[in-house]
């Protein structure tokens, strides 16, 4: 456990900075407040009234963590952990988004490069368009999408799952193009003088060489589904999930809603990248490519 | 005499390439008899990996004719005439090499129990019983070049193509190596291709030595060597080997151009 130390000490840093920034963008919300009331503050009044501000220009670390235990756990312990007003809704919601796409993200990815690998019409044609879809800016296209889905009567939690597979297709398609085509001319050679079959090749060569590229692209996938799952939310009237959380703190100024949804969203994405890297790890291991 | 097992008649290779046509082939001319082991010699770019392709049918000669078993190299790959081992064992990193050496009993589409049989058969033949269960990383260098000759041999092919197989090994695994593949050979009555960059691994194995000049790549000179098939390390300090590796480095070097 050598890396503890490290690790906290970075996060030491960062908890310090955050509390100093928290108390100088604070202390003219506080100054004004005084000098109305013509009150004079010690600098100890000006510090502690900073840090405990309700609608802070930004909230300290403990406001954060605060909001974030009562919209979770402290709801999960008196039994309405699925409440509206609970983070863990609203996570939820923003969850099943984030994995629909994922899901159709990730098969869209392997297909194309699947059919870029092999078609070669495909390895031509498919790659610069792919390309130019991440060109454009996910915000521009994530209301048209839901508009026009809206319009043939697919609400809720499909038009956000497709904003999140646009997002997450891409850097799997990347990933497995690369992970399929890893085998070298020696390898192709040795399954052609066994006179093997392309299925053949596909499934004893190339698809367990990709394996390692895979898991790689699929957590870049990830944390791209969950933004895709967020930005879907923005657009459709702020009613549920962290995308909601976030538009509407920023509505009605709740910074400390706005910093407790963002730290949820880190937090599921963290998780969500962690169980992927889980997957890898017993993966390879199995397949004995983990030394 | 016997009917070769590969027979080349005036073979010619060219390859068009961006920026004009090279001549890897040119009148290539060859019988290699059944049970023989013929050595492949000669600089870089003399054409004898590429020879052995054509064996395979991985090139296709553009003239001449050359026939395997009696049958086009593409017949003889679909009847499983040959068993190719490369310089590097291309060992997969994700099956034991149990799992390797069935791979090409699983592609040819052998029944499993036959499978897992002829697998102990050739693990023993190259003396890997008992490492069936590793991985390919927990083994040497020598000790993956020997699975993989394994996996070559695991199909019954009669000819068993080698292109510099033992290339990337130290010396003495090489020799000892070079050592297992005669006894091997003596074994099974394969016949063997067999290119190398090694005089003395060359003149050790072969019945008959090729040695091949470049630009365009022919064919130099044929040896037939007059050692007896039991060799042990030590023949090749006898005069005999010496007067062979004597005559292998005339023909390389009256092929060479040192441009």
Redesign the interface.
């Known amino acids: 456990m050598r890396s503890v130390l490290p690790i906290l000490t970075v996060v030491l840093a960062i908890l310090a900075l955050w509390y100093g920034a928290a108390v100088a963008l604070n202390a003219r919300w506080t100054l004004d407040q005084a000098a109305r009331a013509g009150q004079e503050l010690t600098l100890g009044q000006i510090v502690s009234d900073t840090l405990q501000q309700e609608r802070p220009k930004l909230p300290a670390p403990h406001q954060v963590g605060a909001e974030l235990w009562k919209t979770t756990g402290a709801m999960a312990l008196e039994g309405r952990a699925f409440s509206k007003r609970s983070l863990i809704y609203h996570g939820w919601v923003t969850l099943s988004a984030t994995l629909l796409g994922f899901a159709i993200g990730a098969g869209a990815g392997i297909l194309l490069a699947v059919g870029i690998v092999h078609n070669r019409a495909m390895d031509r044609s498919v790659m610069p368009w792919a390309i130019a879809s991440q060109t454009i800016p996910i915000l521009a296209i994530a209301p048209m999408i839901i508009v026009v889905l809206n319009s043939i009567g697919i609400t809720g939690l499909v038009p956000k799952a497709i904003i999140s597979a646009y997002l997450s297709f891409f850097p799997v398609a990347v990933g497995m193009v690369k992970g399929l085509r890893s085998p070298d001319a020696?390898?192709l050679?040795?399954?052609?003088?066994?006179?093997?079959r392309a299925g053949?090749v596909f499934w004893?060569?190339r698809w367990?060489s990709s394996?390692p590229y895979l898991f790689t692209s699929l957590k870049v996938a990830m944390a791209a589904s969950l933004v895709g799952a967020i930005v879907g939310e923005l657009p459709t009237g702020a009613i549920r999930g962290l995308g909601a959380r976030l538009l509407a703190g920023s509505y009605y100024g709740q910074t400390v809603q706005i910093w407790s949804a963002l730290f949820g969203a880190a937090i599921l994405a963290a998780l969500l990248v962690g169980l992927v890297g889980l997957a890898q790890r017993i993966t390879l291991k199995r397949?004995?490519?983990a030394? | 005499m016997k009917t070769p097992v590969i027979k080349a008649e005036n073979v010619d290779l060219v390859f068009q390439t961006g920026d004009g046509s090279v001549q890897a082939l040119s009148d290539v001319s060859l019988d290699v008899g059944r049970g023989e082991f013929v050595s492949f010699i000669g600089p870089s770019g003399c054409g004898k990996t590429t020879f052995l392709r054509c064996v395979a049918a991985l090139e296709h000669p553009t003239g001449g004719s050359l026939s395997v078993n009696g049958m086009s190299p593409d017949n003889a790959r679909k009847e499983r005439s040959y068993g190719y081992v490369f310089q590097a064992a291309g060992l997969y990193p994700w099956r034991t090499i149990a799992r390797n050496i069935r791979l090409p009993l699983e592609i040819m589409g052998y029944p499993k129990a036959e499978q897992a049989a002829r697998v102990q058969k050739v693990l023993e033949l190259v003396d890997l019983a008992g490492f069936g269960n590793k991985f390919p990383w927990q083994l040497s260098g020598g000790m993956q070049q020997r699975a993989s000759i394994a996996r070559a041999l695991a199909f019954d092919a009669d000819i068993l193509l080698m292109d510099e197989p033992f290339g990337a090994l130290d010396e003495i695994v090489r020799d000892h190596l070079n050592e297992q593949l005669l006894a091997l050979w003596a074994r099974t009555g394969k016949t063997c291709l067999f290119v190398t960059h090694s005089i003395p691994e060359a003149v050790y194995l072969s019945t008959k030595i090729v040695v091949m000049s470049p630009r365009p790549g022919r064919i130099a000179d044929v040896i037939d060597s007059p050692l007896p098939k039991e060799r042990p390390l030590d023949i090749r300090d006898t005069p005999e080997f010496l007067e062979i590796a004597h005559r292998v480095r005339e023909g390389l070097r009256a092929g060479h151009a040192y441009d």
């Open positions: 020696m390898d050679d040795l399954m052609k003088t066994w006179g093997a053949q004893k060569l367990p394996m397949m004995g490519m030394r």
